[in-house]
C-alpha cells in the first residue's frame, strides 16, 4: 500500500509537470506546480540503486491503476482518479499566507493615469462612493493594486466618486456600506469574504453584499472577481482545505483520456507512462540517473490535448463535455455575477474583441469597431454563464483565433460564445464585470479603461442602459 502510494505520487507529479495551463479555475500557482521534483526521484526508484528504468516506471503506473479500478471495468473517471489520488497525495501543510501587496508600482499608476480617457461617458447626478474590495483568498494577482488605484483615479478625474480600498472582508457588513454606491471587486478569488471559523460571520457578509446590491445599489469586477465560490466537479464538497495538488494531478492524469469517452483504460494511462520516459530518457541508456532527473522531468513539454467529441452539429445544449466541471459554491453570488471561472489562455494571449452591441451606451467608446488586447483571458462554465440572464456587451472574436489557439482549451464552448463583459440588473441593483485585468500592463489599455469607466457609471446609477439579457 505505501509503495503504491508512493508511485502515485511520483507518476501524479510527472503529469502536472507535462501541463502548465490552468485547471477548472485552478492556476500552477496555486495546485503547487509539480515543486520539489528532486525529492520526488527516491519514491519512483523502487530497488533504491539511484537509477530509473522504464521498467519500474511501467511497474508503478500498473500497481496505481489496479487500485483505481477496483471492480475490474478497465475504465476509470475522473471521480475515481481524484478520490485515488486524494488517499496517496498528502494535502500542502498549513501556511499562514503572505500578506497582499497593497501598493502599485509608480511606473504602473504613472501609465494608467496617462491613458484615462479625457472625460467620463456621463456627470455624475450626485456624489457618489465606491468601496473597492482587494482581498484575494485564492491565487493573489499581483495587478489587485493597480486595479484598485484605477478606480480612485478614475473617481479624482471626473469627480464621479470618492473611494475606499480595502482588503479586509469584514468591511463588508450592513452598516458600512450603507455609505456607499458601489463596491468594486478587484479580482477577488476563491471564497474572499469568508471566516473560516465562524459561518455566522460569513453569512452575515454574504447577505450584506447581497442586500446591498439587490436594494438599488452596484457591484462591479474585473478578472478574477469570477474566480470566486466555485469548485471543481470532482472535489467532495465537503473537503477542506482543498488540495489543489490533486485537482491539478486529476486534471492531468485525464488527459491520456485519447478516445474522448470521459474514462482512462489502462492500456491508455500506460501510452502515457511510455511517452513520459522517452521525454526524460534523452541519451537513451534506458535509465535516467538521480542527478539528472530533476532537469529532465521538468522539462517534459506539454501534449497536445485529447480532440473531444461535439454535441450533433455544435448547436446542442452547451453542456460541459469535460469530465470534470466547475459547480458554483455560492449559487445567489454566482448568478449575480453571470458566471465563473473554467479556463483561461495564459497572459500573452492576443485577443480581438468583438463589441457585441455596437450602439450600447456602454459600448459607445468603440465607435462600433472591435479591438485588440494582451492579457490572460478568460473562459467561463457554460451551465452558468447565459445570454438568457446578461446582457453581452463584448466577447472573444472566436472566428478570428487560429486553429492552434483554438485547441489549447480541452472541451471548448460548442457555441463558440466567449463573453468578455456584461451587465445585469439584480434586484433594483446593477451589476458590470470585465474579464480581462490580469496584466498590469492592460490597466493602461485606452480602451479597457473606457470600458471600465462606463461599467462603473452603470453601476452606480449615472449611466442608464438596457440591462435585460440579450436573449430573451
Known sequence: MRLRGAVGLVAAAVIVAMHVGGFGGVTAQ?????AGNAALFPLLDANKDGMLTREELRAGLDAWYTKWD?????????EQVFRGL????????????APQNQTPAPEHVAAMIAALPAKAPVAAAKPRKVLVLGKAQGFVHSSIPIAARTIEEMGKKYGAWSTTITYDPADINEANLRQYDAVFLASTTGQFLDDPNDTKITEARRKALLDFVR?????????AACDSYHRSSAQPSNAAPVNWAVLGIASRVMAGDVNGDGKLTRQEFAALGERWFEKMDTDRAGRIAQADFPQRFAAIPASAAPARPTQGNGQGPATDLTPDTQIGTWPEFNTMMGAFFKWHWNDGQPITVKVDEPNHPLNAAFGGKSWDIVDETYTFSRDTYSRKNLRVLTSVDYSKMSAEDKAKENNPRN????AL???RAAGKGRVFYEAHGHNENVY???LFLQHVLAG????????KADDSPSVK
Open 421 to 423: 463583459s456584461w451587465i
Open 86 to 97: 486524494a488517499e496517496v497525495v498528502p494535502p500542502p501543510p498549513p501556511t499562514a499566507p
Open 215 to 223: 436594494g438599488g445599489k452596484g457591484v462591479a469586477g474585473v478578472h
Open 70 to 78: 477496483s471492480a475490474g471495468t478497465n475504465g476509470v473517471a475522473m
Open 415 to 418: 457555441d463558440g460564445d466567449y
Open 456 to 463: 462603473m457609471q452603470y453601476v452606480l446609477g449615472d449611466l
Open 444 to 446: 493602461a489599455h485606452k
Open 30 to 34: 496555486q495546485r503547487g506546480g509539480g
